[in-house]
């Protein structure tokens, strides 16, 4: 778009601020064809203003050529943001669960831990009630061998 183009356009917009409801609709109209000329549209307009500031516009962004490309390097940008906000996303969700892992074995390695605990406990408790029996069978066998005695006294 040339210099007077660009004024023209300004002037068209300015218009779209009407408060009659058919002078505005005409000059968006305007704006659309005037724009359409160029190979853009109102979202090259809105993606223009909002990558720049609102009032150093460069005028070279409405050439025919270059139109197509700032619009091709918008949708790029565009696209990388989306991917570096994809990434970051997954960056995060990788943190979660790799300390969810971590916490995980860190529970196994407790649960383990006292699995083993439990079953030296029962061992020794499997021990001392081994032990307890033999005392009492020897202590029984102690007693039947004196009553054995006794009773052998008796008889003598």
Do not use: C
């Not at 660009?6 to 002078?23: N, P, R, Y």
């Not at 005037?34 to 109102?42: E, Q, T, V």
């Amino acid at each position: 778009m040339q210099d007077h183009a660009v004024e023209q356009l300004d002037k068209v917009l300015a218009l779209a601020d009407s408060s009659h409801e058919g002078e505005a609709v005409g000059a968006v109209r305007m704006a659309r064809q005037m724009l359409s000329r160029d190979g853009l549209n109102f979202s090259d307009l809105a993606r223009a203003a909002s990558s720049r500031s609102r009032f150093t516009l460069p005028l070279s962004i409405f050439s025919g050529q270059q139109v197509h490309l700032e619009s091709q390097i918008a949708r790029l940008q565009q696209q990388v943001y989306d991917l570096q906000t994809e990434q970051q996303s997954q960056q995060t969700q990788i943190e979660f669960w790799r300390r969810r892992a971590m916490d995980l074995e860190q529970q196994l390695n407790l649960s383990i831990s006292d699995a083993q605990r439990w079953r030296q406990l029962a061992r020794d408790t499997v021990e001392k009630l081994w032990d307890a029996g033999q005392s009492i069978h020897k202590a029984e066998d102690a007693v039947a061998t004196e009553d054995s005695m006794d009773d052998y006294r008796q008889v003598i």
